[in-house]
């Protein structure tokens, strides 16, 4: 915001600043190395067991409900962009979708623990938020793909199996590169040295997968969790376990400022024109009800309901925040005309869900709590 108000006063300063943004690759630095980091780092600590006793509405949320909001919000964004009248094409939108749909878990765990939300539900939207940023990155790249070939005439099979293979793929690698650092940490009692492994196991578990093709995120994900469950528990001393553990979470501080650093500065590109101010909080509110429909769906076809109660639901909407991977994948979409658009109505929602959404997330708890 600094920014934006020098700028017009320091015309110099600000476009060094664009010069040499201009350098950073954006797409290959969030994507292939921030966020492979955030969510090892996050998912190390999942406490398994949790995850375990709520798996089947965590996986029916990160999987069927993200997949149902991108299609919902892109046919959504798709009728509102053209009642503005922005001429966006139908698979821009469900690019847009894809990159709206994951909520952050980096912006949610924080404001969820002062909210005095029951843990159970804790669990929900966390494990929720780290697996629906893998998925969400599947679609995007999926889709993303689609649309960069929809010239050669890419069919809908192509479209599936490229999911499948970067879905299915990616847990598998997760699985390989899990175990694999189990076996090194194993082996060895010496807590420099496994805590090496652990970054060895990002670094070169994330090239591995984009080199194969398959989901980095996810396979982060499910490397993490067992690095974090099983790894702790059954292959690593007292003393590793507490250095690894505050090694990796003064990571995740960092490269949270950093990557927010990077945000703000890419602020400076973005055009906050009135038209597209208007129609991100016109989809920031039609994404709450969208959210609950896509979480509700999931809840009645696998019978969650018995388990979930309606009142769970709404929070659950209302936690959902947008964060710091909607907007990574925003500002990491080729140069082309929609760009300046996806990217400015993006940034108006975020801000819409921390401030609206996150302020507000207490006293929705303490009124759903008395009912």
Known sequence: ???????????????????????????????????????????????????KLHAKSILSFASVSTILSTFLIGIVAYFVFMLCGLAVPLGICLLFGALISPTDPIAVIGILKNAGLSKSIQIKITGESLLNDGIGVVLFITILHAVDSAAGHLNISSVLLLFCREALGGVAMGLIIGYTGFLLTRSIDHFQTEILISIAMVMGGYSLCHYLGVSGPLSMVVAGLITGNQGKELAM?????????????????????ILFMLIGLEIIFISFQFKYISIGLILAVLLIAIRYVSLWVPSALFRLETTLEDRALRI????????????????????????NILVSVTFVIIIFSVVVQGVSIKRLVRHQAMR
């Open 237 to 257: 001393s007292d003393t590793t376990r507490d250095y690894l553990l505050k090694f990796w979470e003064v990571i995740n501080e960092i490269l949270n400022a």
């Open 1 to 51: 915001m600094l920014l934006l108000a020098i700028g017009p006063a320091n015309l110099p300063f600000t476009e060094s600043i664009k010069q040499e943004l201009a350098h950073l690759n954006f797409s290959e630095f969030i994507l292939g190395i921030l966020l492979s980091f955030l969510l090892f780092a996050g998912s190390l600590q999942v406490d398994y067991n949790d995850v």
């Open 316 to 339: 659950m909407t209302w936690g959902g925040l947008r964060g710091g991977i909607s907007a990574a994948l925003a500002l990491s979409l080729p140069n082309d005309p929609y760009k």
